[in-house]
């Protein structure tokens, strides 16, 4: 088991100014649902100079999306800080679930994979059901799969890929906090991933964006309507991560992923290991016991107001 003490033990970095990955990265596409073990350079996540501190220590956490991207990169953090883990995923995402598994059993935490479509309603309640039936409790949910498909023109937006884009963005993080807090208790946490598009939203991506802006809202109302409970709600909302979501973009041609990330002032995406700390932040109550409501832009120099 991974303990506070072998967390300061491990070996600082020998470069800690080791630059990350910058575009142009290689010309390419991923079939979605996009996984990441096809993804060019591999995303990091292990997050070698984090240092942990049993932060989480006893918790058990729900992630949707958790195989890969943003989600392995929390789901490997919270595993460091104590928690166990139930990881939800595509059913042809098994691959990078089983390696998110890996990593957070190497740091001697629990893992679940819970394979399902979390636009089916029953998946959504059925998902909770199984981490409380799994663990005995349900202490932090992490709303973080993503559909996404740029378009370009309004006229492209089908009925069918609307429904697919809120179904699983919004309607599956309403569904999972509803669920949840049937078994959740005071110090609980819900966090969504919200995103830029939330705040500045992006030509191309009306459907995206308009969802990412409707997870800020219910996110907020939410916050209120739980203070009382003492269950915090908050949403981290990044710019570009180097992840398999815009890869797998249907729109997305692959000279434009490998672009990804240049137009923002760092000139590179974010990689997952760079975000998950936040998520961090936001699930433990000894680091934001007062912060609820709130949409933590990490925007690589970006300025929005959430």
């Not at 929390?74 to 595509?90: S, T």
């Not at 429904?163 to 569904?175: I, M, P, S, W």
């Not at 490998?258 to 990689?271: D, F, K, T, W």
Request: charge should be neutral.
């Amino acid at each position: 088991m991974s303990t506070k003490l072998e967390e300061r033990k491990r070996p600082l970095p020998t470069n800690p100014q080791q630059p990350e990955p910058t575009p142009p990265f290689p010309k390419q596409h991923l079939e979605k649902p996009g996984i990441e073990s096809k993804l060019k350079p591999r995303p990091r996540y292990q997050a070698e100079e984090y240092r942990a501190a049993g932060k989480l220590v006893g918790k058990v956490a729900l992630i949707t999306g958790g195989d890969s991207g943003i989600g392995r990169a929390v789901a490997v953090l919270f595993a460091r800080e104590g928690a166990d883990l139930v990881i939800a995923h595509l059913p042809s995402e098994r691959s990078d679930a089983e390696e998110t598994r890996s990593a957070v059993e190497s740091h001697g935490r629990k893992c679940t994979l819970v394979e399902g479509d979390l636009k089916q309603a029953s998946f959504c309640d059925d998902l909770v059901e199984s981490t409380v039936q799994a663990f005995g409790k349900l202490d932090i949910l992490v709303s973080n799969a993503a559909h996404q498909n740029r378009k370009k023109s309004l006229d492209e937006v089908t009925d069918a890929e609307f429904d697919d884009t809120f179904k699983t963005n919004v309607y599956a993080y309403f569904r999972l906090a509803r669920a949840a807090l049937r078994h959740m208790k005071a110090g609980g946490s819900i966090i969504a991933t919200s995103s830029v598009t939330g705040l500045l939203c992006a030509k191309g991506l009306p459907d995206y964006s308009a969802t990412k802006g409707a997870i800020n809202a219910f996110t907020k109302t939410l916050a209120q309507e739980l203070v009382d409970r003492g269950i915090r709600v908050n949403a981290v909302a990044p710019g570009p991560v180097w992840t398999p979501l815009n890869a797998a973009d249907a729109g997305t041609p692959p000279e434009k992923v490998a672009e990804h990330g240049s137009n923002v002032p760092m000139g590179r995406p974010a990689q997952p290991e760079e975000v998950a700390p936040a998520y961090v932040f936001l699930a433990s109550n000894a680091d934001s016991s007062y912060i609820t409501g709130t949409v933590l832009p990490l925007l690589g120099g970006e300025t929005a107001g959430a």
